[in-house]
T-cell receptor
């Protein structure tokens, strides 16, 4: 099993550009999450999904969009990149929404907006 | 799982000493309390967890204790070693599955 796979690993964007961060998991987990982690800071929840077709906002959703058309994939879309979105982005999945079992993380995507 | 407070934000100990990190949660429906370790440049990984029907759980040098009445749980690391230096996070998802992490504790173990 590959677990949770994120692409790309690194990306530099210019202000105003758009991009999609890809996340896929092969563990058949219902719950998936997107977090951002600024340098020296904690994990802030951007969006999460409790199953295919269902998404909800987290702590810091502004400037991002998500979709969940399949159980496996949970892409994160940045429409108009801003320097404040420079961060490391982690995707995670869990079979029970973090209740009674652990969440598994991807290796992260380091995004720089210049 | 809407609010998780973690303290301290930084902790420096001498090798061989103990380290304690505490988290406070707000959702009385919470029943699972994990701790994650994140080494520099790596992804967070689970190191220990506890369920609400247990007061304490140990795994070699690490342990987690839970006080449901006071709504807090703590990570204890004994006989600290330099490889324990990392950022540690607690997390809570309450009854919703909205997994929220504490602010993180940067632990430095000095040789």
């Amino acid at each position: 099993n590959a677990g949770v796979t994120q692409t790309p690993k690194f990306r530099i964007l210019k202000i105003g550009q758009s991009m999609t961060l890809q996340c896929t998991q092969d563990m058949n987990h219902n719950y998936m999450y997107w977090y951002r982690q600024d340098p020296g800071m904690g994990l802030k929840l951007i969006y999460y999904s409790v199953g295919a077709g269902i998404t909800d906002k987290g702590e810091v959703p502004n400037g991002y969009n998500v979709s969940r058309s399949t159980t496996e994939d949970f892409p994160l879309r940045l429409e108009l990149a801003a320097p404040s979105q420079t961060s490391v982005y982690f995707c995670a999945s869990s079979p029970t929404g973090g209740r009674l079992t652990e969440a598994f993380f991807g290796q992260g995507t380091r995004l720089t907006v210049v | 799982g809407e609010n998780v407070e973690q303290h301290p934000s930084t902790l420096s100990v001498q090798e061989g000493d103990s380290a304690v990190i505490k988290c406070t949660y707000s959702d009385s429906a919470s029943n699972y309390f994990p701790w994650y370790k994140q080494e520099l440049g790596k992804r967070p990984q689970l190191i220990i967890d506890i369920r609400s029907n247990v007061g304490e759980k140990k795994d070699q040098r690490i342990a987690v204790t839970l006080n449901k009445t006071a709504k807090h749980f703590s990570l204890h690391i004994t006989e600290t070693q330099p490889e324990d230096s990392a950022v540690y996070f607690c997390a809570d998802s309450g009854n919703t599955g909205k997994l929220i992490f504490g602010q993180g504790t940067t632990l430095q173990v000095k040789p």
